[in-house]
């Protein structure tokens, strides 16, 4: 008879196997934050007075269902289709030209804000990271509701302050994106006495730069949003149109919004997953 085969190699035999470690362990700073967490949304439920039994009554459930039957049919009219075609290449120009005007701007805020080599002594990467946390701290809407002052009604508005938000937003993950690529190619050009400039553009940029559009492309699609809302204060596109018919409960004209609002964002969604797969190849 053949001898059975051992389930492990011998070599393996005498060393001692570790078992996983238990769910929750006292010395475990990760297992008391996630307790701690589990405690405050537990708090965050009981503080809060959410009443769950009128949300799902019968009588929310019908005046829902009434609701809902007022979006049917949706305003199909020539005239109106063209009006919502307009509102959504207004909103996808204004999500584009402020995501490119972000890029560009987090971009130049990144560089100061990273520490690109270990002998960088970054004087600026501090108060350059605070500005970059104020730019984004302050909301889309708040930001519109302020330039609105300056600017106007309309898309301009709505597109300096997708650019102000997402700047401080994109500034901040391409400062992060800078500090961990390897630094070998740019210590060697550093080593051939290659001035700072040049050493961004030929080893840290050509590293970091899928990376970047990845991350710019993954906030157009976000801004896409933003831009329908924006519209509710004044800043023009879709949203403007949406306030509108729903502060006059044009609920069939509503319907129609909201359609071309979806579709928009799906197309958008689509075409950035595409170019970002294409990108990280």
């Known amino acids: 008879m053949k001898p059975l085969q051992q389930p492990f190699p011998r070599q ?6 570790k078992l996983p470690p238990p769910l929750f362990d006292a010395r475990c700073r990760a297992c008391w934050f996630t307790a701690a967490l589990g405690v405050l949304v537990v708090a965050s439920f009981a503080t809060l007075g959410l009443d769950w039994q009128a949300f799902v009554s019968m009588d929310a459930l019908r005046s829902m269902g009434r609701f809902v039957a007022e979006f049917f049919p949706p305003d199909l009219s020539p005239a109106f289709v063209r009006k919502v075609a307009w509102a959504s290449w207004e909103t996808l120009a204004m999500s584009a030209l402020g995501t490119a005007m972000a890029a560009v701007l987090g971009l130049a805020l990144a560089v100061p804000a990273s520490r690109l080599s270990p002998q960088d002594p970054a004087w600026l990467r501090r108060p350059t990271r605070w500005l970059l946390n104020a730019l984004r701290a302050i909301p889309e809407l708040v930001w519109a509701a ?19 938000h997402t700047s401080g937003v994109l500034g901040r993950l391409f ?32 590293q970091v730069l899928p990376q970047l559009m990845s991350y ?66």
């Open 216 to 281: 710019a492309l993954y906030r157009w699609e976000n801004n896409i949003r933003a831009a329908a809302v924006l519209g509710v204060v004044g800043a023009g596109g879709l949203g403007q149109l949406l306030s509108f018919h729903m502060g006059l409960f044009h609920m069939n004209k509503t319907a129609t919004l909201l359609a071309a609002m979806l579709l928009m964002v799906a197309c958008v969604d689509a075409l950035s997953f595409a170019a970002r797969r294409w990108m990280t190849r």
């Open 12 to 17: 393996a035999a005498n060393l001692p196997y």
């Open 146 to 164: 302020l330039l609105l002052i300056s600017a106007g009604l309309g898309p301009m508005a709505g597109t300096l302050a997708l650019a102000l």
């Open 175 to 206: 400062a992060e994106a800078m500090e961990n690529v390897p630094t070998g190619p740019a210590a060697a050009l550093r080593a051939q006495g290659v001035g700072p400039l040049r050493v961004f553009a030929y080893a840290t940029l050509p």
